[in-house]
């Protein structure tokens, strides 16, 4: 049998579909981890978008991949 699939990572897809670039995801990544430090935990979707490197609609592109594929994940998952 193949690898068990896992759930792909926001930043992942986002860079896949090339709406963001490595650095601007690592800069979103750096951001959200400073912020934990802080108390605050925001998604990076978030981040993302605060910082410009994402529009609301790249957010909720990806978000529905993640759901899709999770979705599919389900169905494959063994009983």
């Known amino acids: 049998m193949g690898q068990p699939k896992r759930k792909r990572m926001f930043g992942e897809i986002a860079i896949e579909l090339s709406f963001c670039s490595r650095e601007q995801l690592e800069h979103g990544l750096r951001k959200q981890s400073g912020e934990k430090g802080n108390g605050s935990e925001r998604y990076i979707g978030s981040v993302m978008q605060e910082l410009g490197h994402l529009s609301a609609w790249h957010v ?20």
């Open 60 to 79: 909720d592109k990806i978000l529905t991949i993640q759901k899709e594929e999770e979705r599919g994940l389900m169905d494959f998952a063994p009983e």
